[in-house]
């Protein structure tokens, strides 16, 4: 969420009314332009924003009960988010204008809305609203304090410290957070990650008890050939995700990753910048050197101070003797027909046990598919004629025997073409697997929830995950043509 422009206005009554501050913001302003393109609209200068904004809100010629511009019957305002519509050769609509009034002051900003105008999202739907209105009231009870009126003194000495405080809590006119009631005037060192309150702009505070979420996930990848003069190619990259939900000061954290005792070390490991010390060796291991069986097997200790959001901790690549399913796929075609043979076995090693399992046979570059005669072992096929596209969904387990066939011929006939593919001409055809396992590895990397060390008074309840999923899994047709790399595999 960000902000184009932010405005208090002193409206005490004998006085005059007046802007007592204004910021704008050129970065959030160029956004802006750049998202409304033909349809974007320049905020006016100060004085015409005042003057539309008390028409508005119903502040100006008290002596007028009914004012055209807010009155009438075709224009239904959308509080609180109110539109400002602007004369001149900038005409067009400020939304959502945001706006609060307690006491002598009003607060008000212009939101960035990161969606096109028209037809107007509903409120519901935009979190820039909600935001705007929780930093609004942050702004409010550090301007006013706990009562609704202070002494004019403190107002003064407030506002003049709200520049030096806006540069910490909102730079570059994204809210980071909330000035504080007797924020100094000098601006201070940024607070460590470790002491970093929850935003009082951020919708959704965490209520409850206290939870520390990590989630290990490892993605697989695959090129299998089925022939002996092309080497099979597959590796192993994995993620820990985290998210501490705890109110007030976050706490200090220590995630250990382990492995099994014939597990191979994790390489390429990359952390995150919260980590706050770790062994040099942990870093030392790369895919791209030869392994010679001393590098650092765990345990892997990551202490850090989470940031406030979900985050990347760490990642790793693992070398792994096998593929998950290992597959064979053959092609043959005669006259206008393919012959298809598909044979796909789970390892031992993979626990049975799937979220969900498809094998996809695109057919580019030919006529429409109208006729099929195959049978599957387990599982179900459907076609998909537009995209001349064979799925087998496997379900959720293979059979015992932990193995499954495709067997049959594929017709095409009629005018329509598939899609278009230079890789997938004549027998040069593919399989691809989707699948996801849950609470599973593949390097057998694991994070156990009583090791997780968390040091706080807050004692939150530990939340640990783990699974495996494919990434550009392929299976190549074994009788024709597929495109071969020498290299390792990256990700």
């Given at each position: 969420?960000?902000?184009?422009a932010?405005?208090?206005i002193?409206?005490?009554?004998?006085e005059n009314?007046?802007?007592?501050?204004?910021r704008?913001f050129?970065t959030v302003e160029?956004?802006a332009?750049?998202?409304?393109?033909?349809s974007?609209?320049?905020i006016?200068?100060?004085?015409?924003v005042l003057?539309?904004?008390l028409?508005?809100?119903?502040?100006s010629?008290?002596?007028k009960?009914?004012?055209a511009?807010?009155d009438d019957?075709l224009y239904?305002p959308?509080?609180?988010?109110l539109?400002?519509?602007?004369?001149?050769p900038?005409?067009?609509?400020?939304w959502?204008?945001?706006a609060?009034?307690?006491g002598?002051l009003i607060?008000?900003c212009l939101?960035?809305?990161?969606?096109?105008?028209?037809?107007r999202?509903?409120?519901a739907s935009?979190m820039?609203?909600s935001q705007?209105?929780t930093f609004l009231?942050?702004?409010?009870t550090?301007?006013?304090?706990?009562?609704?009126k202070?002494d004019?003194?403190?107002?003064?000495?407030r506002l003049?410290?709200l520049p030096?405080?806006?540069l910490?809590?909102?730079p570059?006119?994204?809210p980071?957070d909330?000035?504080?009631a007797?924020?100094?005037?000098t601006?201070?060192?940024?607070?460590p990650a470790?002491?970093q309150?929850q935003?009082?702009?951020?919708?959704?505070l965490?209520?409850?008890?206290?939870?520390?979420?990590?989630a290990?996930?490892?993605?697989v990848?695959?090129?299998q050939y089925?022939?002996?003069?092309?080497q099979?190619?597959w590796?192993?990259?994995?993620t820990v995700?985290?998210k501490?939900?705890?109110e007030g000061?976050?706490p200090?954290?220590?995630?250990?990753?382990?492995?099994?005792?014939n597990g191979?070390?994790?390489?390429?490991?990359?952390v995150?910048p919260c980590?706050?010390?770790l062994?040099?060796?942990?870093?030392t291991?790369s895919?791209?050197?030869?392994?010679?069986?001393s590098?650092f097997?765990?345990p892997?200790?990551f202490p850090?101070s989470p940031?406030?959001?979900?985050?990347?901790?760490?990642?790793?690549t693992?070398?792994?003797?096998v593929?998950p399913?290992?597959g064979?796929y053959q092609?043959?075609?005669?006259?206008?027909?393919?012959?298809?043979?598909?044979?796909?076995?789970l390892?031992?090693?993979?626990?049975?046990?799937?979220e969900?399992?498809?094998?996809h046979?695109?057919f580019?570059?030919r006529?429409?598919m109208?006729?099929?005669?195959?049978?599957v072992s387990a599982g179900?096929l459907?076609?998909?004629?537009?995209k001349?596209?064979l799925v087998?969904?496997l379900?959720q387990?293979?059979p015992?025997?932990?193995?499954v066939?495709m067997e049959?011929k594929?017709?095409f006939?009629?005018p329509t073409r598939?899609p278009s593919d230079?890789?997938?001409t004549?027998?040069t055809?593919?399989i691809?697997l989707?699948f996801k396992?849950?609470?599973?590895?593949l390097s057998?990397?694991?994070?156990?929830?009583?090791?997780?060390?968390?040091?706080?008074?807050?004692?939150?309840?530990?939340?640990?995950s783990?699974?495996?999923?494919s990434?550009e899994?392929?299976?190549w047709?074994?009788t024709?043509?597929?495109?071969?790399s020498s290299?390792q595999?990256?990700?």
């Open positions: 969420m960000s902000l184009r932010l405005w208090i002193s409206h005490e009554k004998g009314v007046s802007i007592r501050f204004s704008r050129p160029y956004r332009k750049s998202l409304a393109g033909s974007y609209v320049a006016p200068e100060e004085s015409s003057q539309l904004l028409t508005e809100l119903g502040l010629d008290s002596s009960s009914y004012v511009l807010r019957c239904r959308r509080s609180p988010a539109e400002l519509r602007v004369d001149g900038g005409k067009g609509t400020l959502p204008v945001l609060i009034s307690q002598p607060l008000a939101a960035l809305v990161d969606v096109p105008p028209e037809p999202p509903p409120l935009l820039s609203v705007g209105l009231a942050g702004l409010q550090f301007l006013l304090g706990s009562g609704s202070p004019s003194e403190g107002l003064v000495s003049a410290m030096s405080v806006l910490q809590v909102c570059l006119g994204t980071l909330v000035p504080v007797g924020a100094p005037v601006p201070t060192v940024p607070t470790g002491t309150k935003p009082a702009w951020k919708t959704g965490h209520r409850g008890r206290a939870v520390v979420n990590v290990l996930v490892e993605t990848r695959s090129m089925g022939n002996q003069s092309r099979d190619l590796d192993v990259y994995g995700i985290c501490c939900e705890v000061l976050l200090n954290v220590t995630v250990t990753l382990s492995l099994p005792p191979s070390p994790l390489q390429d490991i990359l995150h980590v706050t010390s062994d040099s060796s942990i870093l291991s895919s791209v050197d030869n392994n010679d069986g590098a097997s765990g892997y200790k850090f940031p406030l959001e979900h985050f990347r901790l760490c990642s790793y693992s070398q792994v003797p593929p399913i290992l064979s092609l043959k075609e005669e006259a206008n027909q393919l012959h298809v043979s598909v044979a796909l076995k390892h031992e090693s993979v626990k049975n046990t799937f969900y399992c498809a094998a046979l695109p580019f570059n006529d429409q109208s006729i099929v005669d195959v049978k179900q459907d076609v998909s004629k537009e001349n596209l087998w969904a379900g387990k293979f015992k025997s932990r193995e066939t049959g594929i017709i006939s009629g598939g230079p890789l997938c004549q027998l055809a593919y691809k989707y396992v849950p609470d599973l590895t057998g990397c694991c994070v156990d929830q009583h090791s997780v060390q968390v040091y706080s008074s807050a004692k939150p309840r530990i939340v640990t783990r699974e495996l999923q990434k899994y392929y299976i047709n074994s024709g043509t597929a495109p071969v290299g595999m990256m990700m």
